[in-house]
């Protein structure tokens, strides 16, 4: 599975099990927001790249492109300078759009730090 260059940039980690790809973003000083907290943008960019790698995953094919629309991210609670993790859910795949939903949470899976929405082009010509 290939990951936005970005995923390198934030020093992530794809771990697939059985429930699909999971994401983790190490505590570093690439993801440094406010002192003691993550960035924004970081968290941002996890949740994005864990919806792609969704998909990409729910695909299957490898020949389709997809390329991100919008994103609409919820911020629940500030991200500690722990690991982070993100899993996305892919929830509807018509011809042309996909849409996925995706939750970040460290400590435990029961309590994200931010939700994220997408919907994406689905390039199926590869």
Request: glycine share 12%; aromatic share 4%; hydrophobic share 45%.
């Amino acid at each position: 599975m290939s990951l936005p260059p970005y995923a390198d940039f934030l020093g992530l980690k794809l771990i697939l099990d059985a429930e699909g790809p999971l994401l983790m973003m190490p505590n570093s000083d690439a993801v440094l927001g406010r002192p003691g907290f993550l960035h924004g943008g970081a968290i941002s960019g996890l949740l994005e790249i864990a919806g792609i790698a969704a998909l990409q995953a729910s695909l299957g094919d490898g020949n389709t492109r997809v390329k991100p629309i919008n994103v609409t991210v919820d911020f629940m609670r500030g991200g500690r300078l722990v690991d982070t993790y993100a899993r996305g859910r892919v929830t509807r795949v018509g011809q042309r759009i996909a849409n996925v939903a995706i939750e970040a949470w460290q400590d435990d899976p029961a309590r994200p730090i931010a939700a994220a929405r997408m919907n994406m082009s689905l390039d199926r010509a590869g």
